[in-house]
């Protein structure tokens, strides 16, 4: 082996030259990230900006008067009207957001008590035809409604439940499961195998381990997907329009509040009352910001438990 030995100043020489190629890469990688940054910031901004405006302009056209919303748009109110409120309460508002909420007082937890126990079971226990079974729940996700309208309405209707509360309760549960299950497969399939082996040693049941030991563990998951069924039910419009209308004469209207939305804009028929319209938009919009805002960080804390596991 030939050593070669270098002279002081060229070993400097050497030196400066791999810190300068050093510092051109972490130059040229600091450009790229900045740049990545501005443009991944500059389109979240704007999006941000496309759906404020939005609900911006429509709460402050809740307290503007007719000509006030047709002069402009986003300008603040001469003088804060809360009228519109009131009658869009009295004109059926008021008794479509309590229809909503009796049918998903009961649909939401059904949904949420019925999936997570599919998605434990397909997850913890190894039976024949586990695999099957899973892919049938998930590939119910992949149909949209639009496809199952006509024999649904058949099927509710044989069953006599068409413009009932409970009809619409099992339609949603149904509809609801295939995301709850696939959702909640992948928390059950991660959670500690040694902590369900130890309640089996101290005598548990199935039922209890399920309830007391693994449905704990698996809250930011029930959370986070409980959320998402809070805001798909709330939103739904096309399976409410096709279940949830008078069958005769007699037959009560029991409208959801997105029908109801549409029913209002009916009601005023040429009479212009655009305030009335965004005060019921509000009101059936603010419940769903609240929820939203105020389980955001359980959420993000469940989303990114299901990527990290």
Do not use: C
């Not at 996700?141 to 413009?163: E, G, I, Q, S, T």
């Amino acid at each position: 082996m030939t050593t070669v030995i270098k002279a002081p100043g060229e070993a400097a020489a050497e030196k400066r030259a791999a810190g300068t190629g050093q510092t051109r890469g972490r130059g040229k990688g600091g450009s790229e990230g900045m740049v990545l940054n501005v443009f991944s910031h500059g389109f979240l901004a704007v999006w941000g900006i496309l759906i404020i405006l939005p609900l911006i302009w429509l709460v402050l056209g809740s307290f503007k008067t007719d000509a006030q919303i047709g002069g402009s748009a986003l300008s603040w109110p001469a003088h804060w009207e809360f009228d519109a409120f009131g009658r869009a309460w009295t004109k059926g508002i008021g008794s479509y957001f309590a229809n909503t909420l009796i049918v998903m007082v009961f649909s939401v937890p059904l949904t949420m008590l019925l999936g997570s126990m599919a998605a434990y079971v397909l997850a913890r226990y190894p039976f024949t035809g586990n695999r099957v079974i899973y892919y049938f729940f998930v590939s119910g996700a992949m149909f949209p409604v639009f496809l199952a309208l006509v024999p649904l309405f058949f099927m509710v209707k044989r069953l006599d439940m068409l413009n009932s509360y409970q009809g619409l309760i099992l339609v949603y549960v149904a509809y609801s499961m295939p995301f709850t299950v696939f959702f909640m497969h992948s928390f059950f399939r991660t959670l500690p195998t040694a902590v369900h082996e130890a309640a089996v040693i101290d005598g548990a049941s199935h039922t209890r381990i399920f309830f007391q030991v693994m449905l704990p563990m698996a809250k930011p998951g029930l959370i986070s997907v409980g959320i998402f069924n809070v805001l798909g039910q709330w939103n739904q419009y096309i399976l409410p329009s096709v279940l949830m209308q008078p069958q005769t004469g007699s037959d009560p209207e029991r409208y959801m509040l997105t029908q109801g939305l549409i029913q209002l804009q009916y009601q005023m028929g040429y009479e212009t009352d655009l305030p009335v319209l965004f005060a019921g938009v509000t009101i059936a919009m603010i419940p769903m910001l609240v929820v939203y805002l105020s389980f955001q960080r359980q959420i993000q804390a469940g989303l990114t438990s299901a990527t990290l596991k």
